[in-house]
């Protein structure tokens, strides 16, 4: 016979998300409601198991993600009507509570501050502690370079301290300094050798050193840069500089450039606000 398709769904919630939705608090009505148009067997949709299945785990994993970690199915059921060929959902959500953001726990640390691992989380006290917060917290911790491994959790084994739950974050920081040798060849400036340094804790305040030296037969340069940890704004403020000499078939042109700056890493966007000196002086080989 034809295949049964869904007549009609009744998807309702309790806990938290339902006493906090009826008193119109937005949070909750806007997770209320997107996670009812998300839902993906809707009426009119064809039946089987697997996609009943499939849509009650995809609406679970978002209700969690939403912040409320805990959350269960406290009853479903898919009513057949066999003459029609027509199913009835019914679907009841237990939210449990709301895991609000309350202390960063962070272990692992040796050498660099508790405050700049606090400053990369973009969330303020109180907010809900969403899966994507997380992600992009575990993220900024993995861009900023100081740390080797990282993982970001949220604490639920206590659900009555969910109003203000603690944040797990356990580190393995990177070496404090860093040297990378290289040598080379390049059609325009011939043989080179280099040297990489970076030093994640300059005389022991929050910033980040990075220094290359490069040594070759037509080529000789180095390239600094002094950076701060990212703040409670998430900028870094800058200093760096840059010395080349290069030697061409005709002159020798030996430049300096200086820069001051300010920069931030939004995830999406970066930017970069700077001053800029810059200089160079050329000389010309006559007799050739």
Same mark, same amino acid.
């Given at each position: ?99 609000? @953001?309350?202390?960063?726990? /962070?272990? #692992?640390? %040796? ?9 990369? =989380? $973009?969330? &303020? ?108 704004? @998430?900028?870094?403020?800058? /200093?760096? #500089?840059? %010395? ?9 042109? =030996? $430049?300096? &450039? ?31």
């Amino acid at each position: 016979g034809p295949r049964a398709r869904v007549s009609r769904l009744t998807f309702e919630f309790e806990g938290d998300l339902e006493r906090t939705a009826a008193e119109d608090e937005p949070y909750s009505v806007k997770v209320r409601d997107d996670l009812r148009a998300a839902w993906a067997l809707g009426p009119g949709r064809e039946f089987s198991n697997a996609a009943w299945s499939e849509a009650k785990s995809q609406a679970l994993a978002r209700l969690q993600a939403a912040g409320y970690a805990n959350a269960t199915w406290s009853g479903t059921a898919a009513q057949i009507d066999r003459e029609q060929n027509e199913v009835r959902l019914f679907i009841v959500a237990d939210s449990g509570p709301l895991y609000r @953001l309350g202390n960063v726990v /962070i272990d #692992g640390l %040796v050498a660099q501050d508790a405050e700049t691992v606090r400053n990369l =989380l $973009s969330a &303020r006290k109180g907010a809900p502690v969403t899966e994507p917060m997380l992600l992009d917290f575990q993220e900024r911790l993995q861009k900023v370079g100081l740390y080797a491994s990282i993982n970001v959790t949220l604490d639920t084994s206590d659900p009555s301290a969910a109003a203000n739950a603690n944040v797990l974050v356990r580190l393995r920081e990177a070496a404090l300094q860093d040297y990378t040798f290289g040598i080379g060849v390049s059609a325009n400036t011939g043989a080179r050798a280099s040297v990489t340094h970076v030093y994640r804790r300059v005389l022991g305040h929050p910033a980040t050193a990075r220094n290359k030296a490069e040594l070759g037969e037509k080529r000789q340069a180095w390239e600094g840069e002094i950076s701060t940890h990212p703040g409670p704004d @998430l900028y870094r403020n800058l /200093i760096g #500089g840059t %010395v080349e000499w290069l030697k061409g078939d005709a002159d020798v042109v =030996l $430049s300096q &450039r200086v820069r001051l700056g300010r920069t931030v890493d939004l995830g999406r966007i970066e930017r970069l606000y700077f001053i800029e000196a810059e200089r160079a002086k050329r000389e010309t080989d006559v007799a050739t």
